[in-house]
């Protein structure tokens, strides 16, 4: 069938009707002369045609089909193991004499429904549809290959996630040098407040003042008071500083690990999309060869 307008596809279609005459047997029917050579030749073809369902049917799956064996076979090749429809009706009699026949009929129609065909649409395309639904493939084609190229734009944004993951590499290192030279600091205020406490015991048992120890004067407990406040504020203040510290580089870990599992998605889609765009572009090239192989045959 031709479609209307420009010319673009060709469907064809076939039907096959066949009558098949029944096998016979010269003593069952006692026919001779002509009539005993057509039966010979209507059995000859009947039991080429079981010979190509029997391939058709074989587990051990046969590569040759013997098709060509009649003219009947040849006729059938589509219907048989093509991508056809096919009915078939097998016809049997009730007569106790015909028994044989009804059950080798019944056999043989046991064996022929076990071919499974895959009907399709027959398809011609003419050699200006085949270049139009070229050109289209073309086009489809060059806007992946655009994508493509601003696919390699984004390899700016993969190099600023780089600088970025570096940089905090940076500061993650920054960040643990301040907390060691903090925890040093600590060391050494304690090792001074352990000190301080030495002296100002030492004092107390060498120094009396009217009759009394330095110690239980008030001057004496009023200016320890304030420096043992001092100390706690000063040692609370560098305590406060320390976690903070430990929280932002907790904070900064946790930065540096999520810039990694971008980085690792990152770098498996551009694995991926580089593959296929390279498959694209294989095709890309076949396709062109085949354009210019349609241009000079048209020429």
């Known amino acids: 069938m031709l479609c209307s307008g420009e010319s673009t596809q060709i469907k ?3 039907l096959n009707l066949v009558d098949l005459a029944g096998s016979e047997r010269s003593k069952t029917s006692g026919v001779s002369g002509k009539q005993l050579d057509e039966m010979k030749k209507i059995n000859k073809s009947l039991s080429c045609l079981g010979n190509v369902i029997f391939a058709l049917t074989d587990s051990k799956g046969r590569s040759h089909i013997p098709y060509r064996d009649s003219k009947l ?3 059938l090749e589509d219907s048989l193991g093509g991508n056809c429809k096919t009915t078939m009706m097998a016809m049997i009699s009730p007569c106790q004499d015909a028994f044989s026949e009804s059950l080798s009929t019944i056999l043989f129609a046991k064996r022929a429904k076990t ?8 398809e011609d395309l003419d050699n200006k549809t085949l270049i139009r639904k070229y050109e289209m493939e073309l086009k489809k084609l060059r806007s992946e290959l ?4 601003t696919l390699n734009g984004k390899n700016e944004l993969f190099v600023q996630l780089e600088d970025q993951k570096n940089q905090a590499e940076n500061e993650k290192k920054s960040a643990l040098a301040a907390l060691d030279e903090a925890g040093k600091k600590l060391l050494q205020i304690r090792e001074e407040k352990k000190s301080l406490e030495k002296k100002i ?3 107390n048992s060498q120094m009396i003042a009217g009759g009394h120890k330095i110690e239980d004067t008030l001057i004496f407990k009023t200016a320890l008071q304030n420096q043992h406040n001092l100390l706690v504020k000063e040692f609370d203040k560098k305590i406060h500083e320390l976690s903070k510290e430990k929280q932002q580089e907790e904070e900064d870990k946790q930065q540096v690990m999520r ?6 998605k990152q770098r498996d889609i551009m694995i991926a999309l580089t593959t296929k765009l390279n498959e694209r572009d294989d095709t890309i090239e076949q396709l062109h060869e085949e354009v210019d192989a349609y241009d000079k045959i048209n020429r």
């Open 12 to 14: 064809v279609g076939k």
């Open 73 to 75: 076979t040849r006729l």
């Open 115 to 122: 071919i499974k065909n895959q009907a399709k649409v027959n």
């Open 146 to 149: 655009n994508d493509k190229v």
């Open 201 to 203: 015991e030492m004092m």
């Open 259 to 264: 810039y990694k599992q971008l980085l690792l």
